[in-house]
């Protein structure tokens, strides 16, 4: 039912505790460094023995809280509080400028001001305590606001100085209306970013999610997050209404009532399999309340896939067959098409390759639908890689043969590394991965940003199949942006760090 996994399918979700464990503890291990074959990566990752390996340099990087307040800005009838210096939060204005240009006609919901406030904490604060203006500020949040939930995301800062959070929620929460949430998501606390979308999950399991107070077995839970568009979520309820199934979108901009009745549902699935795991394990776990991790509805094998998983677990396969059926007649001319001038774009009858920048649950999905749509890869960028995906990088290798892994959190001077030695006829990569590459082949996107609102930014399903194939079409026949960009710009990187292996280590040693 689950999907795979290399640590115990028996997990215990303990919500007596404050956070969850960190992600590469609950998940046997995790890392950001690695270079080398998936099926090496493999070996080691089924015999115990990965090991997360310190650079000598490091360019950039993300942290705990950075990736968890993403998804907690965009909750609708909330406030966040950041807890910490003002600087934690100067992310907020951005984002919420960003979701902004989301437009009504798109059913973007009516309710649409989305509030953060933070604790500001000084240096006084630091010797003394920040307690005292959390407190304030949750005073000020329900006052201000009148919110369903006022969701608290720690910091370093007030993790290192030890603010007793859950003390504080205590004694505050008889005084406001709303929901206290604490998220432990200080910066620090992890390696591993994904260790924050644990801790989010897990303040919803403990705080927010109510008791069941009925099933409804129309509903899914779909686990999103801000890497796909507007209209990939919209595509999601399209497909399950024509199973007749509700789909109940969380977290990425949903209201604190869809979070709340989760445990309602009649199931849960997912865009990616590790970002939502910790919360449908609590959520079957404590609610009952079934659940798949894979495939990701990415390309046309995978979204039959998924879709199959539901009706099976929903009591409607008659249903989804029928949608299946319905959506190939109208979608599958369109991407043989593309398929063949994909594969027939080399001159010399050679498959074109590709190299993906991903995160470990677009790995497993999009080097999948790479195959699907007739390119060879040649290698894949991942955020992290941890022992939730254990099998299924077993099975990816099974069906797509071996290829090249590097793992590195936003190492832009790895990739382009990588990119000069392997030398792909395209090179996707996406927001946030940073890199320049001075390159005469093609060069794409291999994910967008929930604002993204044109159809060509669409990703899912297989409607996001087909906007993905011709990207990758219009980047095969127009280089002439990569042609001005080779021509007229300085590579940014000397030959001396091209000629270095990748990844760059302090022991000065190759990771084979």
């Known amino acids: 039912m689950h999907g795979g996994g290399h640590f115990t399918t028996n997990e215990v979700i303990n919500l007596k505790g404050n956070t969850c464990p960190n992600r590469e503890v609950r998940a046997d291990f995790g890392i950001k460094t690695y270079s080398g074959k998936a099926s090496k990566l493999l070996e080691e990752a089924k015999t115990g023995h990965v ?32 807890h910490g210096p003002v600087g934690c939060s100067i992310l907020g204005s951005g984002y919420r400028e960003n979701i902004q240009h989301l437009p009504p006609f798109l059913d973007r919901p009516p ?38 939930a006022i969701i608290i995301a720690t910091s370093c800062a007030s993790g290192i100085i030890g603010d007793d959070i859950e003390g504080a929620v205590s004694s505050i929460q008889p005084e406001v209306r709303a929901k206290i949430v604490p998220i432990h998501c200080e910066g620090h606390r992890s390696r591993i970013i994904q260790t924050g979308y644990d801790a989010m999950w897990h303040g919803f399991l403990k705080y927010l999610i109510k008791k069941p107070e009925k099933k409804q077995e129309d509903l899914v839970n779909v686990i999103n997050m801000f890497s796909y568009t507007w209209l990939d979520c919209l595509e999601a309820k399209r497909l399950l209404g024509k199973m007749g199934l509700r789909t109940n979108l969380v977290p990425d901009f949903a209201a604190v009532e869809d979070i709340e009745v989760m445990s309602e549902a009649a199931l849960t699935a ?50 989804a067959e029928k949608v299946i059926k319905e959506e190939q007649a109208g979608w599958a001319p369109k991407i043989k098409v593309l398929i063949k001038e994909i594969k027939g774009f080399k001159n010399d009858g050679t498959i074109p390759s590709v190299i993906g920048a991903l995160g470990q649950g677009r790995m497993i999905s999009h080097t999948s639908f ?143």
């Open 111 to 148: 309710q649409w001001d989305l509030h953060w406030m933070t604790t500001n904490l000084s240096d006084k604060d630091i010797i003394f305590g920040g307690t005292e203006k959390l407190i304030s500020a949750i005073k000020e949040a329900d006052k201000r606001y009148n919110p369903g």
């Open 270 to 319: 997912s865009f990616c399999p590790t970002f939502g795991d910790y919360v449908m394990k609590g959520l079957e776990q404590e609610y009952g309340v079934p659940y798949f991790r894979t495939p990701s509805p990415l390309g046309f094998k995978n979204t039959d896939g998924w879709l199959r998983k539901i009706g099976e677990l929903t009591g409607k396969r008659e249903e």
């Open 370 to 512: 790479f195959k699907e749509l007739g390119l060879d890869i040649a290698a894949s960028l991942t955020l992290d890689y941890d022992g939730l995906l254990v099998e299924e990088l077993e099975e990816l290798i099974e069906e797509v043969g071996d290829f090249e892994v590097c793992v590195n959190t936003f190492q832009g001077a790895d990739q382009a590394n990588l990119v000069r030695r392997k030398d792909p006829d395209v090179y996707l990569t996406c927001p946030f991965k940073g890199g320049a590459y001075k390159r005469g082949k093609g060069l794409g996107w291999i994910h967008t940003l929930r604002p993204m609102i044109h159809p060509i930014f669409s990703q899912l399903f297989y409607s996001g199949a087909i906007s993905f194939a011709e990207m990758a079409v219009r980047t095969f026949k127009n280089r002439s942006f990569q042609k001005t960009l080779f021509d007229k710009t300085e590579d940014v990187y000397s030959e001396w760090w091209y000629s270095r292996p990748l990844p760059y280590l302090a022991s000065g040693e190759v990771i084979d």
């Open 51 to 82: 090991e997360d390996v310190e650079r000598a340099f490091e360019q950039t990087g993300g942290c705990v809280q950075l990736f968890t307040t993403l998804r907690l800005y965009s909750i609708r009838n909330a406030v966040l509080i950041m």
